[in-house]
């Protein structure tokens, strides 16, 4: 997610669950090709297993960027098929895709002839008056044709013309049915559903009803805890027990002593912790903390172990 999952962001909620797999923010393959921006790609080796998310619509562009993202590491590239922003449109990417499925196809199968790792699409039910019904059965076929196995499907349609990027995450109405019904017809297809998911028993629901994955993004940022702790035990079956955002809370004090002595700031990190208390006591004072306290001039580690101290006397 654009401007949330950046490589801070996964940091964190890696230490939350060791199993879920992690997304970078959309990289557009004209940055990393034409402008040379790899330093878009720096992530940690603690981040794995971890998707780059590229966008784009050129096949030759994308066959490029994919390669430098395997080069970098990651371990699956995705094209981006769902994001609806006027920017990215005017660049021929994102939901507008979803109109030209051959192309989709070239570029995958470019992508896929670039690189070894997964190469995996996201893709909404459709555009504008399209009829997710046909549209998006047929833009499943294109893909597989061209050698995609897994695809995540925003369940909802992007409107092109009226809605803000905010607005196409909210307004148009979810078909979770749809893609549950694209699944039975798409068997060999490994399909996961996004789109206003925010539980771990509405998404241990959907697996049991036959998908295969799910994708939480905005809870999954604001609750990181409710969502990533218990991941490993109830979703992927891993014995042992769930990771706590306390413990996520101490394991992150190296790393921000380490991104501070590099020339980084505090607020960079923090401001992806302050959900890590949501729903538990303390959490009020933990986010007024840390938003307030994490831009001052000479703010460190310091402030993240009073906050927490603060939580742990809410709690008591
Ligand atoms: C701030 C923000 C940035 C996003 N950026 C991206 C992006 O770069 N690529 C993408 O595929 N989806 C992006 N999305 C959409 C989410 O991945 C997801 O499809 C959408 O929020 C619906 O899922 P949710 O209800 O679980 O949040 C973004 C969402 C938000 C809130």
Redo the contacts with the bound molecule.
Sequence with gaps: ????TDRHCRYLHRLLSRRALLYT??VTAPALVRGGAVHLLDHSPQEHPVAL?LGGSDPAELAEAARLGARAGYDEINL?C??PSDRVQSGTFGAVLMRDPALVARCVAAMRAAVDVYVTV?CRIGVDEQDPEVVLPDFLSHIREAGVRRVII?ARKAWLQGLSP?EN?DIPPLDHDLVGQMKARFADLHISI?????SLDEAEALLAAGLDGV??????YHQPADILCAADRRIFGVPGPDTTPEAAVNAMLPYIESHLSAGGRLNQVTRHMLGLFAGRPGARAWRRMLSEGSTRPGAGPELVEAALAQVARAAA
């Design positions: 997610m654009m401007d949330w923010e959309m998310q981006n769902g994001c996201k925003h905010k995450r996004n789109g206003g998911i925010a994708m939480v993004g905005r809870a999954a």
